[in-house]
């Protein structure tokens, strides 16, 4: 079974800042996909950023990165420029890359960041 | 850019009572997924559906949940006799194969 684990409860930041998010996770599948999803305090849940675990380079997405450290089995999210509008909790979620409808998310417990004007 | 609407955003409902969740997919999308966020805690999976039939179903998705897609474009989740540990935030999403899913803004369901 896949397990997604992130161990910052909260962070904070300045505005303007840069700050990282971790995240691990636990899998024997060789073709996964990983995701940061955004849920500010309207608990909509926003894709952020995508990893396919085959590919080598990083994702970016704007200000948003990812490093990504297959064999450390490792996700973590880089925001820079940090602004008000990130305030919002994080989650990090993993895919199986086999297709299909058997293809649900599963998510980490959420990391909640504040960014401090 | 096409969205996944649910309907109500917000359900207050008496234990024991039936509720019905909607959801309309986005349309060119083929496999429906509901997922559950207690308040304060991670989002669980509850069921996928795929070619008008569950694919997978979590432990939480016992018989007092089901789902259907009963006209080609709503996709519902009923839960038969609501309990007290059901209020939570429901999200349905929806996916083209192994693209990100997309989130509806959910629908908070209390039950007094």
């Known amino acids: 079974a896949q397990t997604v684990t992130q161990s910052q409860p909260e962070m904070s930041v300045q505005e303007a800042e840069t700050v990282t998010l971790s995240c691990t996770y636990d899998?024997?599948?060789?073709?996964?996909?990983l995701f940061w999803y955004k849920q500010p305090p309207s608990r909509q849940m926003i894709l952020v950023i995508r990893?396919?675990?085959?590919?080598?380079q990083n994702a970016t997405e704007n200000r948003f990165s990812v490093n990504f450290q297959k064999a450390a089995k490792s996700f973590s999210l880089k925001i820079s420029d940090s602004q008000l509008g990130d305030t919002a909790m994080y989650f990090c979620?993993?895919?199986?890359?086999?297709?299909?409808?058997?293809?649900?998310?599963?998510f980490g417990t959420g990391t909640l960041l504040a960014v401090q004007p | 850019e096409p969205e996944v609407t649910q309907t109500p955003s917000h359900q207050v409902t008496q234990m024991g009572q039936e509720v019905i969740l909607r959801c309309v997919p986005i349309s060119n999308h083929l496999y429906f997924y509901w997922y559950r966020q207690i308040l304060g805690q991670k989002v669980e999976f509850l069921v996928s559906f795929y070619n008008n039939e569950i694919s997978e179903k979590s432990e939480i998705f016992d018989d007092q949940f089901s789902v259907e897609r009963p006209d080609g474009s709503n996709f519902t989740l009923k839960i038969r006799s609501t309990k007290l540990e059901d209020s939570a935030m429901y999200f349905c999403a929806s996916t083209r194969d192994l693209q990100p899913q997309h989130f509806g803004d959910g629908t908070r369901l209390s039950i007094l």
């Open positions: 990893q396919e675990a085959y590919k080598q």
């Open positions: 899998t024997s599948e060789s073709n996964y996909y």
């Open positions: 979620a993993f895919m199986k890359g086999t297709g299909g409808a058997t293809n649900k998310l599963i």
